[in-house]
């Protein structure tokens, strides 16, 4: 296939499954939501965003697309690739602020204080009357702080909804709510942490996306099985006659998605 005049479409992929390497854990209820969805659809709609890696993948965007496709059986995945970033993002959460200052206190892997630490400082909380907590964790080496960082989620409310803001955005706290901004990494170290048998939490790392290709739709039975090559020539030629049937458009600017 000709280069696109989108180059994001030249950067589309179908890979087996067992080259992706995961960073962070999963959230059970959305993988749940995610995997039904894809049952349902019997296609993978978005792909999952990944970075060259050595001679596999990092993961960087879709890891609930990824466990949803693993444990629906098929062994291979459409992917998106782009450049590996010097390092990643972070979100933040808000969640109430209620006892949380009491509850990352009773952590015992962390050392709460209102000064930020020079080094191995997990999380900043923000409260909405101005005040600023930070947890360090007890132990400097990576894995171990990672560890740490784990055990942040027993502050969270049990069934409670934390919604993931974009710290840049600016975000304002109403009375009662807090902020927990988390350190962010680099892909090596996240490397790093699944090479030591550990993954993050949940919903921490982000990784923006120059130029993101949604709503693909492709067919769970393109991913069943069969030899990667084979199956990336398929994927072309089903751009190729998107492009062709006029079903795929660009759009340069922000663009809000409903989920």
Request: with cysteine; glycine share 6%; charged share 30%.
């Amino acid at each position: 296939m000709a280069r696109s005049a989108i180059p994001a479409l030249d950067a589309l992929r179908i890979v087996e499954l067992s080259c992706l390497i995961l960073h962070e854990d999963h959230d059970p209820a959305r993988l749940a939501r995610v995997r039904d969805g894809i049952r349902e659809e019997a296609v993978q709609r978005n792909p999952v965003i990944v970075a060259p890696y050595g001679s596999r993948y990092l993961v960087l965007d879709g890891a609930h697309r990824m466990r949803a496709l693993t444990e629906l059986g098929l062994r291979l995945a459409l992917v998106q690739t782009i450049d590996l970033p010097d390092r990643a993002e972070s979100w933040g959460h808000l969640l109430p602020a209620q006892n949380l200052k009491d509850a990352l206190r009773g952590l015992p892997d962390v050392v709460v204080s209102t000064e930020r630490p020079h080094e191995n400082c997990l999380v900043e909380a923000r409260f909405h009357d101005g005040r600023l907590l930070y947890a360090q964790a007890k132990e400097v080496a990576l894995v171990a702080s990672v560890r740490a960082l784990k055990s942040l989620g027993g502050v969270y409310p049990k069934g409670g909804v934390v919604r993931r803001v974009d710290p840049e955005a600016g975000a304002e706290l109403a009375a009662g709510e807090a902020l927990l901004l988390y350190r962010r990494f680099s892909p090596h170290e996240l490397a790093e942490v699944v090479d030591g048998g550990e993954v993050l939490p949940a919903g921490i790392t982000r990784f923006p996306v120059p130029e993101r290709v949604l709503n693909v739709r492709y067919p769970l039975a393109l991913l069943e099985d069969g030899d990667p090559a084979v199956r990336d020539a398929e994927l072309k030629r089903f751009v190729e006659e998107s492009l062709e049937g006029n079903r795929v458009r660009y759009y340069a600017e922000p663009v809000v998605l409903f989920e």
